[in-house]
């Protein structure tokens, strides 16, 4: 979130603020700065330009200073390396250095102000390039690498360091990789390759090889973004970018920690609106991983379940190893959409076809039944003994002869498959070689996927080295579970894109009558009494029980009569978390005498425990249903985040709960019901009635509503329990505690 407020601050104040630049830099949007439309109701921005990044991957002219032709130095080599690639990008270098003529054989400058012609692209071969920066602006250079170290990755002074050199660059207009970068940009990347392409984004330069090696597989790369500390471009910006190009495929990136969520967000739309696949290893699942991670970038890991959210939200296809971001990113770049959804399994052994679809119907991936005209018809060259409804098991002896390519392209031709998976688990030429072969023939003929798992340790078989890895039409793999992981993705990928409508065309531009209406209420960094809550609830239009404040006995049995027994007791005050282990909870009350014993013995446990009541809730007693929780909270890289799960003491049992980063559509809502582990419970167990699941959504909605607009003034909310009623009943909120700002 953009800044924090409290009191009587107005949204629109909220938000000019923001755009007058009071607070960060102001965000841009199709090359000017945003306005009001540009922005949601918490002053965030809901687009984002795609940065010009052309001059900085092909300039026209490079400075590299610091340069060094001196034997045993460090920027001996990286200058060396710098011209190599200016010459093959076409780019004239101008070395700068202070004492030196000559750099290798080209005339040297003094300094920045003394280069023969304004520069596209700054290369720092200096230890702090903060004193730089002022020189770069003066020569009007648009773009800058720094490779130094020791900023934010060595701590808060190094933290600090970088924030000076961020404001540096802010200031002169320049954009900067880095710092703690490398040459990894700089490298050659094979032109002899075609197809869509692979770009590449790192903050680890050494986890990128993997990918970058896959040119010498045949698969094309173009790019190659290492991130580093991303003082000022990050991530983000380079997924903009690659969204954008004609060439590029897919993107791959290994992520250490990202440095804004919402700039994450906003590249993550863009690429999904363009059908662009983003695949990430995402490092900080464990507490090691984001300590680690954060020791060599400096960056924010965030919780990883908002993190892992956030991504699933946007398309973005989170792996977990090297090789599953280099195989699930060839596949995605280099595959057509699907035809069909069908995925059969073919094998020559009914062994291997059982093992792999056993692991693949486990991952989700549908292995639908062939057909009886379309077994009849594979039954005229496989054994009728032999099972070909999916796995289609060959027996072996059809792959030697003209058969084995009949029965892959009576397979392909089958309306109901999308994808075809070969599992070869080791090589028996010459059945496998011709095999291969067939595959790869047949690939060339279809606008079906086919994929061949290769599973000989040896990797060096014509059938493979040659064959399979000389097609770009087949994804070829080294393990089921990596074969299987790709093809998911690649499922998933398209059908989340057919679908996909942007959230953030329909985020709340302007504040709705409900925000004003809340603002009396809020108390900064202050709880809310369990009454003021459910003002709040009651101003979003979400439902509460029938209840009365009171502060007397007498009261009380009053508002019992006209509430309705039974009736539930609580204490209300904001000093008050957890009412029940307090024993400031009486529920199935039936009487006068008892409203009134309970009123007396409530507030005796209150004096007792100094606790400061606003007074006694008599509340309506709601009992058949399901309890859930929604609730919002801050997550240090997103802002506020919307949870939903099983409620009541279930919440802190099974910790059943599934997240969302606002804005999100109703879609989504529904969508992380179906991720709740107890997610039966809303459609009836034991011959229980199925409940309101779209009263339940709607107060998801609405308190998604209440985190965009007041994400800046509650610090936490907490619906639980949520009562969730027997379909067509409605959602009551039981139970509220929010915790303002």
Wanted: charge should be negative; glycine fraction near 10%.
């Amino acid at each position: 979130m953009l800044g924090s407020t409290h009191g009587t601050l107005t949204t629109d104040s909220r938000r000019a603020r923001v755009i007058a630049c009071g607070e960060q830099p102001s965000p841009v949007v199709h090359g000017r700065p945003a306005d009001v439309d540009d922005l949601d109701v918490s002053g965030r921005p809901l687009y984002a330009d795609a940065p010009d990044l052309d001059r900085f991957f092909r300039p026209e002219s490079v400075a590299v200073v610091g340069a060094s032709d001196a034997e045993g130095r460090p920027n001996t080599g990286i200058t060396r390396q710098l011209i190599a690639w200016a010459e093959r990008v076409g780019a004239r270098l101008h070395p700068v250095h202070p004492t030196r003529q000559s750099v290798f054989g080209i005339p040297c400058s003094p300094s920045l102000a003394d280069l023969p012609e304004q520069v596209d692209l700054a290369v720092l071969l200096v230890g702090d390039p903060l004193p730089v920066i002022g020189e770069l602006a003066e020569a009007k250079v648009k773009f800058a690498v720094a490779f130094a170290s020791g900023f934010a990755e060595t701590g808060a002074e190094g933290a600090a360091a970088q924030a000076h050199l961020a404001a540096a660059v802010r200031r002169a207009g320049l954009r900067l990789l880095g710092p703690n970068t490398n040459l990894n940009a700089f490298e050659k990347f094979r032109d002899d390759l075609d197809g869509p392409a692979i770009a590449l984004i790192t903050q680890s330069g050494h986890q990128g090889r993997p990918v970058f090696a896959m040119q010498e597989l045949g698969v094309r790369l173009s790019h190659w973004a290492p991130t580093g500390n991303e003082a000022d471009l990050e991530t983000a910006d380079f997924i903009s970018y690659f969204s954008e190009r004609p060439e590029i495929g897919a993107i791959a990136c290994y992520v250490e920690g990202l440095k804004d969520g919402r700039s994450f967000l906003l590249a993550a739309d863009r690429a999904a609106r363009r059908g662009v696949p983003v695949v990430a290893v995402k490092v900080g699942r464990t507490e090691t991983g984001a300590r680690t991670a954060a020791s060599h970038t400096g960056k924010l890991t965030g919780a990883d379940t908002v993190v892992d959210a956030a991504m699933r939200q946007y398309g973005v296809i989170r792996v977990d190893g090297l090789d599953e971001l280099q195989d699930t990113a060839a596949l995605l770049a280099r595959a057509r959409a699907p035809r069909a959804e069908g995925v059969v399994v073919y094998s020559i052994s009914g062994g291997t076809g059982a093992h792999f679809a056993d692991l693949a119907t486990a991952a989700g991936l549908p292995l639908p039944n062939l057909s009886a005209p379309k077994q009849a018809e594979l039954h005229q060259w496989i054994p009728e003994y032999l099972s070909v409804t999916n796995p289609v098991d060959n027996g072996g002896h059809p792959v030697g002869d003209w058969r084995g390519r009949k029965i892959i392209d009576a397979i392909l031709a089958d309306p109901e498959v999308g994808v075809l998976i070969c599992p070869i688990t080791g090589p028996f030429p010459p059945m496998s070689d011709k095999l291969a072969q067939d595959l790869v023939d047949a690939a060339e003929q279809t606008d079906k996927l086919v994929c061949v798992v290769w599973g000989s340790p040896v990797g060096t078989e014509a059938a493979y080295r040659e064959t399979l890895l000389g097609s770009s039409k087949v994804a070829t793999f080294r393990t089921f579970a990596n074969c299987i992981t790709a093809v998911r993705a690649y499922l998933d990928h398209h059908r989340f894109v057919a679908a996909y409508r942007s959230p953030f065309d329909e985020a709340p531009r302007t504040p709705s009558p409900s925000f004003r209406k809340t603002q009396a209420l809020m108390r900064p960094g202050q709880q809310l009494s369990e009454h003021a809550a459910k003002q709040l609830l009651r101003a979003y239009g979400i439902r509460v029980p029938r209840e009365q404040l009171v502060t007397s006995a007498a009261a009380a049995v009053r508002a019992a009569s006209l509430v309705g027994y039974p009736v539930v007791m609580k204490a209300s005050g904001a000093q008050i978390a957890h009412k029940t282990e307090l024993g400031l909870v009486k529920i199935g009350l039936t009487s006068a005498s008892q409203v009134r014993d309970a009123y007396r013995e409530l507030t005796d446990i209150a004096r007792y425990e100094g606790i400061s009541l606003d007074g006694v809730l008599v509340c309506q007693m709601v009992e058949r249903g399901v309890e859930m929780v929604v609730g919002v909270t801050h997550d240090q890289l997103f802002g506020p985040t919307v949870t939903v799960g099983l409620g009541g003491v279930l919440v802190e049992v099974l910790r059943d709960a599934t997240v969302r980063v606002p804005p999100f559509g109703e879609d989504q809502a529904r969508g992380m019901l179906g991720e709740l582990r107890g997610r039966a419970l809303l459609e009836g167990v034991r011959g229980g009635p199925p409940v309101d699941v779209d009263a339940l959504v709607e107060v998801v909605m609405r308190v998604q509503r209440m985190a965009l607009e007041l994400g800046d003034d509650i610090a936490e909310l907490d619906i639980n329990p949520l009562m969730v009623l027997p379909r067509g009943q409605g959602a009551v909120a039981l139970d509220a505690l929010v915790v303002c700002r």
